[in-house]
């Protein structure tokens, strides 16, 4: 099973979370932020995994933190699961339409971080959330899912459209990457021989 189990204590936060790769989509979220929990039941969702949350963290202060530090929980835990990537596809994509927002998400398990992040959220603010901190959260993943995302706005003008959008997206293109190929199932996806 490609599962993983993080605990992240830190001054400001105090995170466990748990992961299924190949899970049913099923979502147990606790952060404190409301948006960020509604953003993580739609990536567990869409990419049909098996998703526990729970993190105390500085609220009262603001959410940067609890982003940021979910989103390195996340990605490790991602780490963690797909361990040495043996018959993973590697490669995913979606261009996924919200309402009037079109969002473009492509990722590569390639053992290198990078964030290409083009997604202008035309407000500063979903409720009380900062959306400045959806950059935040999946800079914060990609270094340490040690990926290759890209994330781009095609269209829209809704800010919670695009923002669910990008999560919904990337939960789908991870979904294609993670997948094991059969036929391969023993095999590194790179001529080098290891990701």
Known sequence: ???????????ETDIKLEL???GGGKAEIDTGCGFLDHMLVLFASHGRFDLAVKCVGD?????????EDVGICLGQAFAQALGEKKGIERYGSMVLPMD????????????????????EIPSIKVGDFDTEL???????????ADCTLHL???????????????????????????????????????TKGVL
């Open 134 to 144: 959806v950059e935040e959260f999946w800079l914060a993943f990609v270094r340490n």
């Open 152 to 190: 781009r706005k095609l269209a829209g003008k809704n800010s919670h459209h695009i923002i669910e959008g990008a999560f919904k997206a990337a939960a789908r293109a991870f979904r294609m990457a993670v997948k094991i190929d059969a036929e391969r199932a023993n095999e590194i996806p790179s």
């Open 100 to 119: 009037e927002a079109l969002i473009l998400a492509a990722v590569d398990f390639s053992g290198r971080d990078y964030l290409a992040f083009d997604v």
């Open 59 to 67: 609220v009262n202060v603001d959410y940067h933190h609890t982003v």
């Open 20 to 22: 299924t790769l190949d």
């Open 1 to 11: 099973m490609r599962a993983a189990n993080i605990v992240r204590k830190t001054a």
